[in-house]
Antibody, heavy 127, light 108 residues
């Protein structure tokens, strides 16, 4: 069965870049769409962006200027970089899978519902 | 972006009772592209329903969804002890996809 596992530093200093990796096991990374989603402590969920194995991406406009998502198909991994972090970026970061992608014009896409999730990793932004 | 408002914020019920959760969208959700998730403390969300009413794999039939346009409902017909959790709706009928703020179903 498909499993996702997030990894990366649990503590990042303000103004630095947050870097996380999601490793996909049990299925091919080339068959689906892969997203990053975050959840500040005690709060709701926010979609950050998605990537396809070809490298196609789409980001939430609220974070677009600071986000880069990349993929390494040889390692079955995809990664998140979030630059210039502040304490507001403290959250549990999840990677998740979607089976379809929808196009809504003007270069805007939205993945299908997220059917598989990683366990999540807490990233704290603090000096 | 579409804002989803869930109500009530907290629902206090007893095992065996029926739970009705609401999700209202600020604009019509295209093609009823709305999903519901269950999240327990310290765990990732779990997909329950997609397309407003289609159950995900392995989800018991006591969970059902309905609605279209701007108003959607998640119903749990008879609450089991393991159903006490936080529930989120999510729309993917426009970009960016957005989530509601959640409804907590707690034991009365």
């Amino acid at each position: 069965q498909v499993q996702l596992q997030e990894s990366g530093p649990g503590l990042v200093k303000p103004s630095e870049t947050l870097s996380l990796t999601c490793t996909v096991s049990g299925d091919s990374i080339t068959s689906y769409y892969w997203s990053w989603i975050r959840q500040p402590p005690g709060k709701g969920l926010e979609w950050i962006g998605y990537i396809y194995y070809s490298g196609s991406t789409n980001y939430n406009p609220s974070l677009k200027s600071r986000v880069t998502i990349s993929v390494d198909t040889s390692k079955s991994q995809f990664s998140l970089k979030l630059s210039s972090v502040t304490t507001a970026d403290t959250a549990v970061y999840y990677c998740a899978r979607s089976t379809r992608l929808f196009y809504y014009g003007s270069g805007n896409y939205s993945p299908d519902a997220f059917d598989i999730w990683g366990q999540g990793t807490l990233v704290t932004v603090s000096s | 972006e579409i804002v989803l408002t869930q109500s009530p914020g907290t629902l206090s019920l007893s095992p065996g009772e029926r739970a009705t959760l609401s999700c209202r969208a600020s604009q019509s959700v295209s093609s009823s592209y709305l999903a519901w998730y269950q999240q327990k403390p310290g765990q990732a969300p779990r997909l329950l329903l997609h397309g407003a009413s289609s159950r995900a794999a392995g989800i018991p039939d006591r969970f059902s969804g309905s609605g279209s346009g701007t108003d959607f409902t998640l119903t749990i017909s008879r609450l089991e002890p393991e159903d006490f959790a936080v529930y989120y709706c999510q729309q993917y009928g426009s970009s960016p996809g957005t989530f509601g703020q959640g409804t907590k179903v707690e034991i009365k």
